[in-house]
């Protein structure tokens, strides 16, 4: 069963980087997932297709009436009845790769890309399931968190990348920072790979991989450490990398 994605856009060509190429592209041609593209204009009915207005109290920009967003929800709802309405902004939940775990389980999402100063908020509160936010920062619209969540979820729907392991490998996967990774050549200006990587041992390359993981977590992200806990093995490779890395 594919996972269903409609978006309610008024800039549907904006999607068409993930249609076009890379996993997002291969998994929806394949049938993994579906985009669905619904433009709140299309649902106007007055000879300006007006979608946005003054906002009441005052202040700069302009806000998206309910009307237009509304019917374009409930054109979405009529077409994927499972799916659940979810608006990209930053009063949001902020998402984690938990969150997109989560938010991949699911059969299907109806997501609102809103525009300018946001949306009237009667709209928020009567047809919108969930709230979410990217990141503590405000951009020009929600189609490219739309977007980022569509890509974080879509990879981590069975078949969708090439090798099932990258998922789990992962930046942010198991709770951890991604380890360093090396390509060809071995040896170059900027330094040689390390021998471990070199030497065929898979159980040492898989402990240095994951000592690497807990180390720089510890080092750049101590609360994904704090949150997670460590087992007695993986403690005593953190103590082996902060060893190896004392000043
Ligand atoms: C109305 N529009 C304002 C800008 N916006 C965001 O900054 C945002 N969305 O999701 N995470 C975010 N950060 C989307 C919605």
Not at 38 to 43: E, L
Not at 209 to 227: C, E, M, N, S
Request: aromatic share 6%.
């Amino acid at each position: 069963m594919p996972t269903r994605f409609d978006v309610i856009t008024l800039f549907p060509d904006l999607f068409r980087i993930l249609l076009d190429q890379g996993v997002t592209g291969r998994a929806l041609a394949r049938g993994l997932a579906e985009l669905h593209l619904w433009n709140p204009r299309d649902f106007t009915h007055d000879v300006h297709r007006t979608v946005d207005d003054r906002p009441y109290g005052g202040g700069p920009g302009m806000v998206m009436k309910v009307e237009p967003l509304r019917e374009a929800i409930q054109a979405a709802r009529a077409a994927a009845p499972q799916s659940r309405v979810a608006y990209l902004s930053p009063q949001g939940r902020v998402l984690d790769q938990a969150a997109m775990l989560e938010i991949a389980a699911c059969p299907g999402w109806i997501l609102l890309a809103g525009r300018y100063e946001g949306v009237d908020e009667r709209l928020i509160e009567s047809h919108v399931d969930e709230e979410w936010s990217i990141g503590d920062y405000v951009l020009s619209g929600g189609e490219l968190p739309a977007m980022v969540v569509m890509d974080a979820v879509i990879r981590l729907l069975p078949g969708a990348l090439g090798h099932a392991d990258s998922a789990r490998q992962d930046s942010h996967m198991d709770g951890l920072l991604d380890c360093p990774h090396y390509t060809r050549p071995e040896r170059i200006e900027e330094g040689s790979v390390p021998s471990v990587l070199i030497g065929g041992d898979h159980a040492a390359i898989k402990r240095w991989r994951l000592r690497q993981a807990l180390g720089r977590t510890w080092q750049r992200r101590p609360d994904l450490l704090k949150r997670r806990g460590l087992s007695e093995a993986e403690r005593t490779l953190l103590d082996e990398f902060i060893l190896a890395h004392r000043e």
